[in-house]
């Protein structure tokens, strides 16, 4: 590759204009999703007037990050992870609101460095477990903390404190809250089996802010929103107040670097894509350099909004560069009618998001995945919830490499090598002459764990299209989850473009692990499954010819 292919765009690349009837309306739809998310996101952040920083920030991290990212139909704003590190940061009186601010713009220059330290394709070696346990304890963060302002009351400081006080707060609820908040949570569900047209979110925004409204019921409201363009909050810090938000903002940037690359890989298995992780973080960090400047919440790539871009017509940048202007318009239009929205709607609007966010496969397995992958995934969910995300993501990686290295030791097997595929057949690899230009055959060796899981999808997309595929497993002393589910992938995405996929020599311990998370027979039939060569090439030769 040319040093030229490997340097980090600096400006815009060139719009496609074939795309630009699915960018407008994937844009205009994803704003439309993030409205409500922005407000609840900024009002759930603890700022004054955080419904407006909130937009600020679904505008600008939206906009920089569309323009000079490296997933083209990504849709980037305020995340539940971001907000609960600056609740946490306000709340507990860490910082104060310009401190935020500073702190955001410096996680922005930060995730602009990692881009330029080419560190955007070490999200390949997040372990499954540690995702799960993280995502599941932030969805249960966003609903602690939503739980009080729906029954009436501000939310406490923590999550411990959220649960002592919960039961005060229940006792002392606020009748008319609780119901518009039940109300929106029953609309969001419901309304999708009604139609899809219309985002469940902003339907349930306006109806039932309207009815609050219209009822004249007595319940805590946004207040005054600016609508106003942003203006310029941060001024050249001192080093003492540098030292402060230090840690914050680095705690910001690798949270908003995970969100994003985790989104970014969401996207490329539904647009059939390949980003460019460092250029994404470039592009995150400039968007959250500008948020933080002009008073924005920090962002990073939203799943909820880029596949609803997606999924309606989004393929280019230029759909996120729209999304931004769209709630650009709505601020500067109708920031007024937004003051009206109740706490409690907002609050029902987080709770299934962070509903939605909580990985359910991930606890759903938790019987049948091995014990060391259940303790780490609980071992993070736990610090995640009561102590902190970057020392829950920091442990988790250590616990799921210490563990890893035990697995590997307790394996009696030569030298550890690495997926890759071996030159030439194997002794038994007689392929008939007809089959030999249709059937590719790659050999596995060594443990495909989840520094490997990757290696497998590379290799597969890089090959021409064959007609079936065989995976030699006999090399192969186990297999973890991150590897199976990515082999999940594959077998899906090969079943898509009409590949058959036949697995060989599987030993008894992968075998047992893939029939356990059901990839076996769920997305691998178990006719495809052999114990010997010829055996599956018998097999391949009847289903191809």
């Not at 539904?270 to 470039?282: A, C, N, V």
Request: proline share 6%; hydrophobic share 50%; aromatic share 6%.
């Amino acid at each position: 590759m040319s040093e030229s292919d490997t340097r980090l765009r600096l400006l815009p690349a060139p719009l496609d204009s074939r795309y630009a009837t699915g960018d407008f309306f994937g844009g205009l739809t994803a704003a439309i999703v993030a409205l409500p998310l922005a407000l609840g996101f900024g009002v759930a952040s603890g700022l004054q007037n955080g419904a407006v920083h909130g937009l600020y920030g679904a505008i600008l991290v939206g906009f920089f990050a569309a323009l000079w990212g490296g997933t083209p139909a990504q849709v980037s704003g305020p995340t539940g992870p971001m907000t609960v590190v600056v609740a946490g940061l306000i709340v507990s009186g860490a910082l104060d609101a310009d401190q935020v601010f500073i702190a955001v713009a410096l996680a922005g220059l930060l995730q602009i460095a990692l881009g330029y330290a080419r560190l955007g394709r070490l999200i390949q070696f997040m372990p499954y477990p540690v995702i799960s346990g993280f995502m599941t304890g932030i969805g249960f963060i966003v609903i602690l903390i939503e739980l009080q302002p729906l029954l009436g009351h501000d939310s406490s400081k923590g999550t411990l404190n959220v649960i002592k006080q919960l039961p005060h707060d229940a006792a002392a609820l606020n009748p008319a809250a609780l119901g518009l908040g039940l109300a929106t949570i029953a609309i969001i569900y419901l309304l999708p089996m009604i139609t899809r047209r219309i985002p469940g979110p902003l339907a349930a925004l306006f109806i039932v802010t309207a009815a609050s409204a219209a009822l004249g019921l007595q319940v805590p409201v946004i207040g005054d929103i600016p609508s106003e363009l942003p203006r310029l909050q941060v001024a050249m810090p001192s080093l003492e107040t540098l030292a402060v938000v230090f840690v914050p903002a680095l705690t910001l940037a690798l949270l908003g670097a995970i969100d994003s690359l985790l989104t970014s890989v969401v996207a490329d298995s539904i647009t059939r894509t390949t980003h460019d992780s460092d250029q994404e973080l470039f592009g995150q960090g400039l968007g959250n350099f500008a948020a933080g400047l002009f008073g924005g919440l920090p962002g990073a790539g939203a799943t909820m909004r880029t596949v609803v871009n997606i999924r309606s017509g989004g393929r280019t940048r230029l759909a996120g560069a729209i999304h931004s202007v769209v709630l650009l318009v709505i601020l500067l239009g109708l920031g007024g009618l937004a003051s009206h929205i109740p706490h409690a709607v907002l609050a029902g609007i987080l709770i299934t998001v962070g509903i939605g966010i909580i990985d359910y496969r991930g606890l759903k397995q938790m019987r049948r995945a091995p014990r060391a992958d259940t303790v780490v995934m609980l071992l993070v969910l736990a610090l995640t919830v009561f102590v902190d995300l970057i020392s829950a993501v920091g442990v988790g990686v250590v616990v799921a490499c210490l563990l890893f290295v035990k697995r590997i030791s307790d394996i009696s097997l030569g030298r550890y090598r690495s997926l890759h595929e071996i030159e030439g057949p194997w002794e038994d690899e007689a392929i008939p002459e007809d089959l030999k230009s249709r059937v590719f055959v790659y050999h596995l060796e060594g443990p495909f764990f989840f520094g490997t899981a990757r290696g497998l999808r590379s290799l597969l997309d890089e090959s021409t299209e064959p007609r079936a595929i065989i995976l030699r497993f006999g090399h192969v002393p186990f297999v973890d989850q991150t590897s199976a589910y990515a082999l999940e992938e594959v077998a899906r995405d090969l079943q898509d473009r009409g590949v058959v996929l036949v697995m060989e020599g599987l030993r008894e311990e992968p075998q047992f692990l893939l029939e356990r998370l059901h990839v076996i027979p769920r997305s691998i039939p178990a006719e495809n499954v052999h114990s010997d060569f010829a055996s599956a090439l018998r097999f391949v030769g009847s289903v191809i010819s």
